[in-house]
């Protein structure tokens, strides 16, 4: 078991923003997305996010009419042994719908979440404090992880 399964898990939720930062860099997370592509990389652990992260990482750079940034979501965002991308399933719309009427999350977050536990991953890693407020043993926030 490396350092990324020890802390994490071997299935590990991508949100939106981890994504973000993989493929468009952010210097504050660059050891620990670095660190999280090594482990996806060597099979120590396999990620997983929601088909949904392609339509959220899309929109700025469709607003920026930035091909480059486009091609390069839709290229990080194939599946592969690695990486699961997971459909939006009736069963993931309800359970998501459940959690919008017990908690604060908005409907992407919530979908995000439902997937997550519907795929058994072993923690939601993210930088959105609107999950800090669900007190799950799940939700791991990407500034709080130390990988590197």
């Known amino acids: 078991m490396g350092q990324v399964s020890s802390e994490l898990g071997q299935r590990i939720y991508f949100d939106t923003n981890v994504v973000i930062y993989a493929v468009e860099g952010f210097a504050d997370y660059a050891d620990q997305i670095q ?3 090594k482990a996806m990389s060597i099979g120590e652990i396999v990620a997983v ?3 949904l992260t392609l339509a959220e990482t899309l929109v700025k750079p469709l607003k ?3 091909v480059a940034i486009q091609r390069a979501y839709r290229r990080f965002l194939i599946p592969t042994a690695a990486f699961e991308i997971k459909p939006i399933s009736r069963n993931i719309l309800e359970t998501a719908a459940q959690w919008r009427a017990t908690s604060k999350l908005k409907l992407p977050d919530a979908i995000h979440l439902a997937t997550c536990l519907s ?3 072993d923690s939601l890693l993210t930088n959105d404090d609107a999950f800090k407020s669900l007190n799950l043993t799940q939700i791991k926030m990407l500034s ?3 990988l590197a």
């Open 49 to 51: 996010t929601s088909e």
């Open 144 to 146: 709080d992880v130390s």
């Open 35 to 37: 660190a999280l592509l």
């Open 119 to 121: 795929e058994r991953c």
């Open 64 to 66: 920026d009419q930035n």
